[in-house]
């Protein structure tokens, strides 16, 4: 079966710095990756997806990813974090384009300090 | 409007009431589904309505009972409900058939039971 994992429930970092969200799956093959963002009272909006070819993504407010198969291991990364990027952090797979295969992590809340 | 609409956005409701939440997607999407978002819980797939075919969960209990009448609609019924089904239920909707059709979350709609 599919699974997701995001080891940190909760991570601070201050803004200007530097941000890494780790993901892991387990799955038989590669599969989709993906990396929503959900602010508090909104729903979910994709940063990135990662389906084949360079395994270095590149999504929305600055945001990457880097897929590593050795490592089953989709990370999302930011180079200066933004007091606007205080968020809940949701790595997702999904095995085919078919909808009810999504698989999504627990998630990771990214607090900012001043 | 734009993207994917959920009303309404928040709901009070006794244990003994009868309510619906409903779902619109502007974006011509041919799948639609309903999540079920629970404080410290990873997002649980309840319903999905893809290529007109409805896919049951069979862990959802019989006091949800989701409607989709065309692609563009969603409904979620609800009768009965327990306070432990208070949550977040968000509505996504994808393509399906075409490749890594990612979801389109709604807003959501805050359902609390008394």
């Known amino acids: 079966a599919q699974s997701v994992t995001q080891p940190d429930i909760h991570i601070t970092v201050s803004e200007g710095a530097s941000l890494e969200l780790r993901c892991n799956y387990s799955y038989g093959a590669t599969p989709y990756l993906f990396w929503y963002v959900q602010s508090p009272g909104q729903g979910l909006q994709l940063l990135l997806k990662?389906?084949?070819?360079?395994?270095l993504v590149q999504g929305i407010k600055g945001f990457e990813a880097e897929f590593k198969r050795s490592q089953s291991s989709f990370n999302l990364r930011k180079p200066s974090v933004h007091w606007s990027d205080a968020a809940e952090y949701f790595c997702a797979i999904a095995k085919d384009n078919y909808g009810q295969n999504f698989v999504f992590g627990p998630g990771t809340r990214l607090s900012v300090l001043p | 409007e734009t993207g994917v609409t959920q009303t309404p956005r928040h709901l009070v409701m006794g244990m003994t009431n009868k309510k619906s939440l409903k779902c619109e997607q502007h974006l011509g999407h041919n799948a639609m589904y309903w999540y079920k978002q629970s404080a410290k819980k990873p997002l649980e797939l309840m319903f999905v309505y893809s290529l007109e075919e409805r896919v049951e969960n069979n862990s959802v209990p019989s006091r949800f009972s989701p409607e989709c009448p065309n692609s563009s609609h969603l409904f979620l019924h609800l009768h009965t409900l327990q306070p432990e089904d208070s949550a977040l239920y968000l509505c996504a909707s994808s393509q399906v058939g075409r490749e890594l059709g990612e979801l389109f979350f709604g807003e959501g709609s805050r359902l609390t039971v008394l």
């Open positions: 990662y389906f084949s070819g360079d395994t």
